[in-house]
């Protein structure tokens, strides 16, 4: 199912780790992202877009992806009766802006409830407690996911799916139970 090999994921932490931050870098950033997130869910995430509009015009997504994926995590999600069959990753290449409630806000305003639950909301800095606390209260709020990742996270998914190529995206899971749980 899954064609990525040990050299690649290589090669794509390198790419990331690359680029720098800031706005000038941003689309490389995003484009970035989006192989990761395509060689990741490898035949499950198809289509995947950057810079898309909404149909209605108002939102500028960074990246889009039609989602069959059956792995761990969307199992998890699927079973929590979240919807992710289009998802959605906002990539803030900051260099020296901190995600915060716009950020957050802007995620939210993404989403569709009963259609689209899920923004991976991806960024430079290690995601800390007010970030999850940020994620929780949209969760429970607008009962959509807002998932926060930075850079290490994503090294870490792609290491774990060398490791454990059934299971690799475990930490997305223990992620989203931080938000939704008390």
Excluded: C, W
């Excluded at 430079?124 to 996911?145: G, P």
């Amino acid at each position: 199912m899954f064609s990525i090999v040990k050299k690649e994921i290589k090669q794509y932490i390198k790419e990331l780790e690359k680029i720098p931050a800031g706005r000038k870098h941003a689309k490389a950033y995003a484009e970035q992202i989006r192989k990761i997130f395509t060689a990741l869910y490898d035949g499950e995430f198809v289509n995947g877009e950057l810079e898309e509009h909404s149909v209605d015009g108002l939102y500028f997504y960074d990246v889009t992806f039609g989602n069959s994926a059956k792995t761990s995590f969307f199992q998890f999600l699927r079973n929590q009766g979240i919807k992710a069959g289009l998802t959605l990753f906002e990539a803030k290449n900051y260099d020296k802006t901190k995600i915060g409630n716009a950020q957050y806000n802007q995620a939210s305003g993404y989403t569709i409830l009963g259609g689209r639950e899920i923004v991976f909301l991806v960024s430079r800095d290690s995601v800390d407690d007010k970030s999850i606390q940020r994620a929780r209260r949209h969760f429970l709020s607008h009962k959509v996911l807002i998932l926060p990742l930075s850079d290490k996270d994503i090294i870490e998914v792609l290491k774990g799916r060398k490791n454990n190529p059934e299971q690799f995206d475990i930490p997305l899971i223990t992620r989203a139970k931080k938000i939704m749980e008390a």
